[in-house]
RNA sequence: GCCGAAGUGGCGGAAUGGUAGACGCGCCGGUCUCAAAAACCGGUGGGAUAAUAUCCCGUGUCAGUUCGAGUCUGACCUUCGGCACCA
């Protein structure tokens, strides 16, 4: 035990024995089930679920505790709530797991399931376990190959192929995560890309869907930025580049550029590594050399290719492309700082106006012919690449015109022309679907040589994961060398077929698990619909913004697809976001096993009980900042929950034994009012930490005004008994105990959280600040309601305003009701 | 690199453009105790000063807007998060 340890304080109630007390009185009384047709208005909370990775994580409780609190809080509003939780159960860490130690990845998921479960009701949280979602059963994932039909049924799920990335020595496909610094962790080959046949979803086709968020009722900023950067819609011109005399198919490279104003000042071409024009393109004296220069490239990674900090490199292919607007021919390059995945693959060289294009320019030696003339431009040669608005110069017949009429002008030309159009690309890339692993859900798809690739029927759902796969690497993908999943009869001609034996990407089970919470036992669909319509869409979900672009996004697409194939009416599956921050070490570093600075939420709670976990999580600071755990300063939380339990232990007929001091009723009365609405308004903002602070200076208020004995019982007894409601949602132990001690009937969580009254919560009085020039040089206590000409008086009178004022003319004397007076001085 | 967020006492943090530092931790002093812990009471940004009088400085840096800036604007510095097969 360090000395730390040795100085904490205890509770001084049995915070365990509480905890289980009435963790099992609520499952008993299914306080927490949740009624579909309970009358109440419905109120759709969400937390993200887990991954179930073996031991629920103090980060856990980060997420789970306030966002319990604040279904909680809504509970007590008047709403008829369902605040579900469930378990992401597919994934890569269940395969990891199952490599290194030989469980099978089925038991090692769902013994870490059953685990998980004891330690979130150790939370005492509202959640309905009737209806959990275990989304790697069959009863759920069944649906995921239901979605998966009909989605390919409506033409927005196709087959193209994709790079992944391969690991040459280990034979098989790795995950990003699996790669450090261009080398596969297992055995440390350097990794290359290989083409495979892959299941994409056309969540491109909704891009324009997606960037409106007009039905959205409160999403954070950054949440909204995010997403329209990862859309990336940008509008410009399709045109292409005459590549006629080469006597190849394709007659022309079409490349996208935004600045199609810029045209005139293209002095070369590049084409993406991966585009299929560079082989046929390619001279052969430069084949050696450009064949080299694709198999560097595809080994990058994206961010290192896109890199604007990185040398730029390319290689010339032997060929030119004509710019049809001024007839010149300009070299082709390949070059890793093109995508094949955005736009077309090909950009047009304008180095003159483009950062990128400039340094390409700058190491290879190629023109650069500023066709944007700056204002005040001097003529001279250009030492960076000229972004910004100017007149078109050397660009013939455009000369003269700002570059916004010369791009208008151009595209005009061009469309008439035939050369090119204007068009919209997005960044957003279709989603691909297939992973080439074991455990996930198999995609329902059968291959025969006659009839094509067909869905499987859906009375043969579900599509069985094989218990017996051989799901360690052997270089191919687990289900392929599984016979007898493998091969299946052709469900059009009743020949030899072969399943598809790719598994989906655990997103998949995320873009629709919300829709399984409101009917989980239903079986002849994926949802009840009526009472699932009822219930959605989410009116609040909450969870980490690492999910800001990719289960965000997917499951806004998921539900518009639902909605366009006449199965859900809604638009948004989540109307409202708010994203918790991370909680850190206490050495304010992300808690690590390495580090030594793990907090397991089993100890603590076993320590100081749940509720004080619960608060000092909220306390820390705001919600979505996180924030770093404390062995310290949960002693603050545990010492307050001791002095409350000592005020409510108190025998309120005392206080009758003693004169009433009607000053401290008073001031009793208004902090409880002001208390109640300070947490009212708090809670709604999920700004738990200032709920707890004014939760404090009540208790703190309360403590003196017993230990002076000023108030009568009847106000101690309504102030105790609405701070315990307002303690509630935090602490709902604690809470629920000293209700039933103080003899109020159970349960205090079926009690509405109580209201403020505006009367009792005003000030009679207020302290007026009084400043000379902005600062400030007296205070004075005067009426609440002071009228501004009286205020300024008083001000003035002042002695200490006197002594600054000394003498100078008083330019401007500035009243803020309530507030201040500024007399500005000199 | 791109995109996003954040910088306030010894520490976590509070503050509709209007008293900077609420609330808590820690620390200091006191009560209680044989003693310690716990509990309770009081103090606690820095500096000048005999002073709880008064004055000056103070919210990452530098400018700006304003009667008034932690808060708004611009530039910069630092730290953190995401970047499509971790979920």
Known sequence: MTIIAQRQVEPRYDAVAIDRKWQERWEKDRIYRVDDNDPRPKWFEMTMYPYPSGDLHIGHWYAMAPSDAHARFRRMQGYNVLHPIGFDAFGLPAENAAISRGIHPYEWTMSNVENMRRQLRSLGAIYDWDREVVCCLPEYYQWNQWFFIKLFEKGLAYRAKAPVVWCPSCQTVLANEQVLNGVCERCDTPITRRDFEQWFFRITDYADQLLDFDTLEDWPDKILTMQRNWIGRSDGVDIGFDISDYGIEEREIRTFTTRIDTIFGVTFIVLAPEHPLVPQLTSESRRAEVDAYIDQARAASEIDRLSADRDKTGVFIGAYARNRLNNEQVPIYVADYVLTTYGTGAVMGVPAHDARDFAFALKYRLPIRTVIAPIEWDGLAQTEAYVGVGFMTNSGAYDGMTNEEGSVAIAREVERRGWGRNTVTYRLRDWLISRQRYWGT?????????????????????????????????????????????????????????????????????????????????????????????????????????????????????????????????????????????????????????????????????????????????????????????????????????????????????????????????????????TIRKCYDDLDKFKFNTVIASLMELVNHLSHVWNAQSVDSATWNVSTEKFLLMLAPIAPHVSEELWEIKGHPYSIHQQPFPTWDEELAADEEITLVVQVNGRVRDRITVAAGIGAEDAQQLALESQRVQAHVDGKAVRNVVYVPGRLVNVVVG
Not at 449 to 466: F, K, Q, R, T, Y
């Open 442 to 674: 198999p995609i329902p798809m059968v291959y025969c040589a006659d009839c094509g690739v067909l869905p499987v029927p859906e009375s043969d759902l579900p599509v069985l994961l094989p218990e017996d796969a051989e799901f360690r690497p052997t270089g191919e993908s687990p289900l392929a060398i599984n016979d007898s999943f493998v091969n299946t009869v052709c469900p059009n001609c009743g020949g030899p077929g072969r399943r598809e034996t790719d598994t989906m990407d655990t997103f998949m089970d995320s873009s629709w698990y919300m829709l399984r919470y409101c009917t989980p036992q239903f079986s002849d669909g994926p949802y009840e619909p009526e009472t699932t319509g009822e219930w959605m869409p989410v009116r609040q979900y909450t969870g980490g913004a690492e999910h800001a672009v990719m289960h965000l996004l997917y499951s806004r697409f998921f539900i518009k697809s639902l909605r366009d194939m006449g199965l859900l009416d809604i638009d948004e599956p989540f109307l409202r976001l708010y994203n918790q921050g991370v909680i850190l070490g206490s050495d304010h570093e992300k808690m690590s096993k390495s580090r030594g600075n793990v907090v397991n939420p089993d100890d603590v709670v076993g320590q100081f009980g749940a509720d004080a976990v619960r608060c000092f999580l909220m306390f820390i600071g705001p919600w979505d900042q996180g924030g770093p755990w404390s062995d310290e300063g949960i002693n603050g939380i545990v010492r307050w929950l001791n002095r409350v339990w000592n005020l409510m232990e108190h025998d309120a007929r005392e206080l009758d034994a003693h004169p009433t001091d009607p000053v401290a009723v008073r001031d009793t009365q208004r902090i409880l009012h002001q």
